[in-house]
């Protein structure tokens, strides 16, 4: 008779990495939707290459390394760091950018660190800095919202674009607004406001900010936050980094509109405009490169909005999520070394 | 604020943190009253104890009852094993065990007979026993844990410190196990009679019957139980709990029902509270009013794979392929069969391994019931485990120091507060079993810790020998100096007598070598009336201070003679200041005991008789005590002869340096022995062989026995135990002296039902005579045996005595054999000389004997 040993505990949940991963995939639905809506189909088309990039790279690195491939491929961590990266960069970005993105991604931020569960920092936004540093330009040359844009970027043109066919469109022929003037993101276009020595109300005063405010990217940020809060209810995420992220940007946000609202940018503003929920959802709570105790991970979330504040407010860059989740990163083993729960038994004067 | 008892008393619940709700699937198990299979053709018992606390009463070939005990034995956590049901013992041997190892453990394999006869039941109600008569019979009856740790009941219901609460567990947070619900719809009223004997042991303010919500039927039987039954109204209370596992887990329960936690590294009872499961107090219940000891418990057999799951009543030892077999057990391919839940449960490798004390569920689940094997994958530091765990530790950075081996960096995460309750693997969305890991990082830690202990302990024994190396080289040196310095003094003074001595000296020495035996008496008369003289003045001066200072007041204050042959006077001289520095080191000694001060006396006198006990300091002064007393009759009696207090034949074998290392060897060793034996009641006297009864012995054994008995009268314990172990001293190793302390116990014990003043009691010369501590009386009679056999072997006929072989029971206990080989040899070699001197002693020892007899029935009475 031949029995089956195994260690207790014999049953187990039926979350599964892969299940993980594919749910923030598609939590990142909402926010892709909306995001095509206002900057045209480039990011699909985006998505589409980073995707198909990163699971052939990681494919490659996995027979090198002469480990199961299928087994690696359908963990999906590789779709979600392609998806965000893709998300990332401006949707009209010529494919080699999001290609040798999504390679440094995986096979060296990822893979050379020993695959997943092993990179010290965010694959998807090590790649993107990489990339911000080597392509200023190309990584700058934000579309305008479509609602505003004199060009708005048709499936054909954006593929057209990206891929560099037609050498008539280019970034910039997109980035013109109604005003006939190349829109800069909003964020982009306060810093070079207030560093002009306009206040905020006279910068607000642009075409780019409408309704709630800057065009657009208000309606995205919030896509990705409805997206974020699906991954909480499903327990895919927990709410700890999150939280924390928001309440300490509005914190700091919030102090300096009420020292001085001319020359600081509203909370609301810092909220709702650049990457900060998708930074604040899907990015910082890579659960390799964060955190791991629930306190660790509100001091880890609470560093990342005070540096993005930081960074967006006094930096050289508009925005700084890539920025301060790779400065976080590098602290989460320092945070869980030294931040601890008290274990069962532990209480002091107990 | 309201006070804990208060909130007790509303039911008040705290959060257990992390936890999980795993599919409950009770429902399968649970629809039918508990029932019985048919009696088993086999039952396997291990006896894992034997041969470390216990040994095995019975035999191969043995016939056995339903409930006899097979095994006996002493120490603190001993539990007995008894027999499942009636038949023959038909092996003892290795054979695998109910443990995830499978690894073979000592077992009786019984055959039933099929009549499932009981022994002999002995009912009882509370009022006719103590407490520790109830906690024996708690021990007798082997009640351990029923709720998977099998820890020895007795243990937890004897507690140092106050109970105030005591929480019945009755939660049963594993899916699929129904045995603790089934028990308590089915048998409330039994629970309840045994909670009742737990609050008459101790008496805690309130008790908490503590059961989940998803089992409202067990609640309800409770409730209304508790409600019927004598108990004071308010100190029994059921609490339903939610349903959450682990609750059931002993720190989280404890947490839930009081809000504290058990300190890391600490029992509950440090704060006075007890859990016991309601198995236990069923079984206890059952071993009090039915006199029933633990061998049937019930177990849930469920899982899809199994015909009729449901609780049943199974014999401790049926094995598992029995009890599958009789309800339809279909095996599928790959099969698990996991002891205990799927949660905390191993799956076994071997079917035929016995139902044990804690084995409360077998799973025979099929495929679609568990998570399918499946690979191992990375771990994304979720930190699901970390939010699921009740212990609040972080899994996943035990995980990853623990895969690493970084053994010390795992225990810094608190590694060992890990409950291996499973939730950590159960919400794992890497399938990463990670208790296999802890479990591999604690035992590796383990014999770590293990291997610095003993490395620690080998540096402390080295250290002690050279330390004694260095005492003894200095003792020998001043020793040497002293003589010397003596002999120097008498030179001066009779040059020539002295000079006449070390002549007759040498003679005696060559007439010795040459005829070793044929002239003992011609070296007598070459002995130095002067020297003599001087010896028999210091040992007068000795006996004054035996008989007058109060301090030195040991039993064993001995005076050798100058008999033998073999002791020239310098040997004598020697032996005399040896004697006069134990006895200051005795007085010492007993003015140390006098301020509590536990230590061990040294006995070793004369350094012909080195014996050593390890007692408490109360019973030293006890037995310093009786010997004071008895010095003093000893010195009026023996007023006319005033050289010799007491004759004390010597050997020519033993000398001074190596009685006092085997002394010394002894001595640890029974130290020893009093340490492992924590209960503190064992005294081991090793004493190493000498040619025959003295009444010195007799006389050590009567002071103990006296000591024990009064210690006895005033703490009521029944297992002190006295043990005079006479082996040669190397030959007794902590393991056999224990074995042979049971053994002595038992017999003791037997003989003083049997024949309690019998003086035909035979115990051949020096081998191990028994004094049962209950039975003074039985202590008097083995000294005078003694007595009466040392006047035997003093008639001529000395050849037969001697070699009359040990009677002996305990010859199956494998030290004995040599003693008696030792005793009957040195009996051999007594001259007529010594045999006069021993017919002296045999005399005194007589009378002395009979004294001692007496009072010790005095004292008794």
Request: proline share 5%; charged share 20%; net charge neutral.
């Amino acid at each position: 008779m031949a029995f089956k040993i195994a260690s207790s505990p014999h049953v187990s949940t039926s979350l599964h990495t892969n299940t993980v991963m594919k749910r923030v995939a598609l939590c990142l639905i909402p926010g892709i939707a909306v995001q095509s809506y206002y900057f045209g189909f480039g990011t699909l088309v985006q998505i589409l290459l980073a995707v198909s990039v990163a699971y052939l790279a990681e494919a490659a690195v996995m027979k090198l390394r002469n480990k199961n491939i299928k087994a690696t491929l359908s963990d999906n961590s590789a779709l979600v760091t392609a998806c965000l990266l893709a998300v990332a960069i401006p949707p009209l970005a010529p494919w080699w950018l999001i290609v040798i993105g999504t390679l440094f991604a995986i096979v060296i931020v990822k893979q050379l660190y020993g695959g997943l569960g092993n990179n010290v920092f965010n694959p998807a936004m090590a790649a993107y800095v990489l990339l911000l540093i080597s392509f200023p330009v190309q990584m700058t040359s934000w579309v305008a919202p479509q609602t505003i844009a004199i060009n708005p970027a048709s499936m054909l043109t954006s593929v057209q674009t990206i891929f560099e066919i037609n050498p008539s469109f280019t970034a910039e022929y997109f980035r013109l607004g109604v005003d006939g003037i190349a829109m800069a993101t909003p964020l982009d276009t306060l810093k070079t406001d207030l560093s002009m020595g306009l206040t905020t109300t006279e910068s607000l005063a642009k075409p780019i900010f409408t309704g709630m405010g800057a065009e657009g990217w208000f309606w995205v940020n919030l896509a990705y936050l409805v997206g974020g809060l699906v991954m909480l209810k499903l327990k895919v995420i927990r709410w700890h980094i999150s939280v924390a992220i928001i309440a300490s940007l509005f914190l700091c946000a919030s102090f300096g509109f009420l020292v001085s609202p001319d020359t600081f940018v509203s909370p609301l503003m810092h909220l709702f405009s650049g990457g900060t929920m998708l930074a604040a959802f899907f990015i910082a709570t890579d659960p390799v490169t964060a955190a791991t105790s629930p306190r660790g991970r509100l001091i880890f979330g609470a560093m990342i909005g005070v540096l993005i504040y930081l960074i967006r407010t006094f930096g050289g860059y508009p925005d700084a999520v890539a920025f301060a989740v790779l400065l976080a990163n590098m602290c989460a083993p320092f945070i869980d070394y030294y931040v601890r729960p008290r274990s069962y038994g532990h209480r002091t004067g107990n | 604020m309201l006070t804990l008892l208060e909130q007790l008393d509303k039911g008040t619940l705290w959060q257990s943190p992390g936890g999980i709700h795993p599919p409950q699937l009770k429902t399968l198990s649970n629809q039918s009253t508990i029932a019985r299979l048919p009696l088993a053709q086999r039952f396997v018992v291990p006896v894992p104890l034997v041969g470390e606390q216990a040994i095995l009463t019975v035999a191969v070939g043995d016939q056995v009852l339903k409930g006899q005990m097979l095994t006996e034995g002493t120490g603190f956590i001993y539990l007995p094993v008894h027999s499942p049901t009636s038949g023959r013992v038909i092996a003892i041997e290795q054979h695998a065990t109910n443990h995830p190892s499978s690894l073979p453990t000592l077992s009786c394999i019984i055959e039933a007979d099929g009549q499932d006869a009981w022994c002999e039941l002995i009912p009882h109600s509370l009022e006719q026993l103590s407490k520790n008569q109830i906690l024996d019979k708690i021990k007798y009856a082997g009640i351990a844990g029923m709720g998977g740790a099998a820890f020895p009941s007795h243990v937890k219901l004897n507690p140092a410190s106050e109970i105030d609460l005591v929480i019945i567990n009755g939660v049963e947070c594993e899916p699929y196990i129904s045995s603790d619900d089934r028990l308590m719809r089915d048998y409330s009223d039994e629970i309840l009679k045994g909670i009742g004997v737990i609050h008459h042991l101790l008496n805690p303010q309130r008790i908490i019957i503590a059961i989940e919500d998803n089992k409202p039927e067990a609640a309800k039987a409770m409730q209304d139980a508790v409600q019927r039954s004598t108990l004071p109204t308010g100190v029994v209370r059921v609490t339903v709990i939610p349903t959450k596992y682990p609750s059931g887990g002993e720190k989280q329960l404890i947490q839930i029902i009081t809000g504290k936690e058990v300190p890391s590294g600490h029992i509950p009872a440090q704060l006075g509270i007890v859990v016991h499961n309601v198995g236990t107090a069923y079984a206890i219940q059952e071993a009090i009013y039915q006199g029933k000891p633990l061998i049937e418990r019930v177990v849930t057999l469920t899982g899809e794979q199994i015909g009729q799951p449901g609780n049943y009543w199974l014999p401790i030892g049926t094995t598992i392929t029995d009890a599958l077999s009789a309800v339809n057990f279909s095996q599928s391919n790959a099969q698990k069969v996991i002891v205990g839940g799927p949660m905390m449960g191993y799956a076994l490798a071997d079917l035929d391994v016995p139902i044990l004390k804690g084995t409360n569920c077998l799973l025979a689940p099929s495929h679609n019931e568990i998570a399918p094997d499946v690979d191992e994958k990375a771990c994304i530091r979720c930190g699901e485990c970390a939010i699921a765990c009740p212990a609040l530790l972080l899994p996943q950075q035990l995980f990853w120091h623990a895969k690493a081996e970084e053994y010390d960096k795992a225990a810094s995460f608190n590694l060992k507060d890990c409950i291996e309750c499973g939730c950590c693997s159960y919400v794992c969305p890497s399938d990463i079993p990670l208790v296999e890991y802890y479990r591999v990082a604690k035992s590796a830690l383990k014999i770590e810790a293990e291997e610095k202990h003993q490395a620690e302990q080998a540096k402390i024994r080295f250290e002690a020998r050279l330390q004694r190396l260095e005492d003894e080289k200095n003792a020998r040196e001043a020793k040497a100096k002293e003589a010397a310095a003596k002999r120097q003094a008498s030179m001066k003074s009779t040059d020539k007598d002295a000079v006449a001595a070390a002549m007759a000296r040498i003679a005696a020495k060559k007439a010795q070598a040459t005829s070793a035996t044929t002239t003992p008496e011609a070296p007598q008369s070459t002995v130095d009336p002067k020297k003599a003289a001087i010896n028999a003045a210091i040992e007068r001066a000795k006996a004054k201070k035996a008989t007058q200072a109060n301090t030195v007041s040991r039993d064993d204050e001995l005076v050798t003679s100058t008999a033998d042959e073999n002791v020239d006077d310098k040997q004598a001289k020697i032996a005399a200041a040896v004697a006069r520095a134990k006895a200051k080191k005795a007085a010492q000694a007993n003015s140390e005991s006098t301020a509590q001060t536990p230590n061990s006396v040294e006995t070793t006198v004369a350094g012909t008789e080195p014996s050593a006990d390890a007692v408490d300091d109360k019973k030293a002064r006890v037995a310093a005590a009786v010997a004071k007393a008895k010095a003093k009759k000893l010195a009026q009696a023996n007023q006319t002869d005033d050289t010799v207090i007491e004759a004390e034949p010597t050997t020519d074998a033993v000398d001074d340096k190596k009685a006092r290392v085997a002394a010394a060897v002894a001595k640890a060793k029974a130290k020893k022995l009093a340490q492992a034996n924590q209960t503190d009641d064992t005294v081991i006297e090793a004493e190493p062989t000498t040619d025959a009864v003295d009444d010195k012995k007799a006389r050590v054994a009567a002071a103990v026995a006296k000591a024990k008995a009064k210690k006895l009268a005033q703490a009521n314990q029944t297992d002190d135990t006295v043990i005079e172990a006479a082996p040669s001293v190397d030959v007794v190793d902590d393991k056999k002296a224990r074995v042979a302390a049971a053994v002595a116990k038992a017999k003791a014990k037997k003989l003083a039902q049997a024949n309690q003043t019998d003086d035909t009691v035979i115990e051949a010369a020096p081998s191990v005579d028994v004094v049962d501590d209950k039975k003074a009386r039985v202590a008097a009679a083995v000294a005078k045996a003694k007595a009466k056999k040392l006047a035997q072997a003093s008639q001529p006929d000395i050849d037969e005595a001697a070699s009359q072989p040990t009677v002996d029971v305990e010859s199956t206990v494998n030290i004995k054999p040599d003693v008696a080989l030792t005793d009957a040899s040195d009996s051999a070699d007594l001259s007529p000389e010594q045999v006069k001197k021993a017919k002296v002693a045999a005399a005194v020892a007589k009378a002395k004997a009979k004294q001692l007899a007496k009072r010790a029935e005095q004292e008794e009475q």
